[in-house]
């Protein structure tokens, strides 16, 4: 199926006829694990959908925390988006160049900050260049842009909020990572974490809500998903990753199914793995 839904997911072909319209910002969010050897920036500055601005996932973040890409403090997100032209009034749609990998963290920070007029590119650039649709490698002409944020502080938990989860059982904790790492039977790609996954948590791999194309898979195939692994959708959600950026794939499928509280465990792994006091569990 096609979404072409501003708030959340639009097409190939969405984005093709809204290419040139004057309240259209493109942000290119591509980012790559660390044991991936590629520049996101420089794949941008090489070639990337007309008008796109280069979203850097690592640089806008709390560079004051240990932990990889936390959000950034309100001002700076501000700032940088000024910088970029993008502001208030704005219609945005965030990319990456893996398909629907990292894009869908740049949509629920935008979320977080209250901005809901953004949207995912479903097959993000590889389905636009596999269409013959035109890339560049010219910087966009920006102006600056004031923007006003309000922050939505039920879509983020801490690691004391996630603790509490995993102990008294309210909130369903889901993990986008793959199956191996979960269970503990493949190490992390960051060196030092333990293995294993948070206690009651339920692994919903981030791939599996994409079709062979690259695409997010319909709302009653995604929620069958869910409900394979376990979880009960009546519950409030909780979706953790590795650090932080598949669990937003995660989050844009809950919405996408119409599942109306979840938030993102932004430490995710990377800070449970790290902490020994925290209870790790293998397996299933």
Not at 58 to 75: K, Q, T, W
Not at 222 to 230: D, M, S, T
Request: hydrophobic letters at 45%; one cysteine or more; proline letters at 7%.
């Amino acid at each position: 199926m096609a979404y072409n839904d501003p708030k959340t997911l639009v097409s190939t072909d969405w984005l093709a006829r809204h290419l040139d319209d004057a309240d259209l910002r493109l942000l290119d969010a591509s980012w790559f694990l660390p044991t991936v050897d590629r520049d996101p920036k420089a794949e941008y500055e090489a070639a990337h959908i007309p008008g796109a601005r280069f979203f850097d996932i690592d640089e806008i973040a709390d560079l004051r925390s240990p932990l990889p890409h936390m959000l950034p403090p309100v001002e700076k997100f501000m700032s940088r988006m000024r910088a970029m032209g993008v502001g208030d009034g704005h219609q945005v749609v965030v990319y990456d160049s893996a398909g629907i990998f990292s894009a869908p963290r740049v949509w629920w920070t935008f979320r977080y900050f209250g901005k809901t007029s953004i949207a995912v590119l479903d097959g993000g650039l590889p389905k636009w260049q596999a269409e013959g649709r035109p890339v560049t490698d010219a910087a966009p002409v920006i102006r600056d842009r004031h923007m006003t944020v309000h922050k939505q502080f039920d879509m983020v938990k801490d690691v004391t909020e996630v603790a509490a989860a995993a102990k008294l059982g309210g909130w369903e904790i889901i993990d986008a990572r793959v199956a191996d790492r979960f269970r503990g039977e493949a190490p992390e790609p960051r060196p030092g974490l333990r293995m294993g996954h948070i206690p009651g948590s339920k692994n919903v791999p981030w791939m599996t809500l994409l079709t062979e194309d690259g695409t997010m898979k319909s709302p009653g195939e995604l929620k069958a998903l869910f409900e394979a692994a376990g979880v009960d959708l009546s519950k409030p959600a909780i979706a953790s990753c590795g650090s932080g950026i598949n669990a937003a794939i995660l989050d844009l499928a809950l919405t996408l199914i119409g599942h109306e509280r979840h938030a993102v465990y932004d430490g995710a792994w990377a800070e449970w793995g790290m902490y020994n006091d925290l209870i790790v569990a293998t397996g299933e």
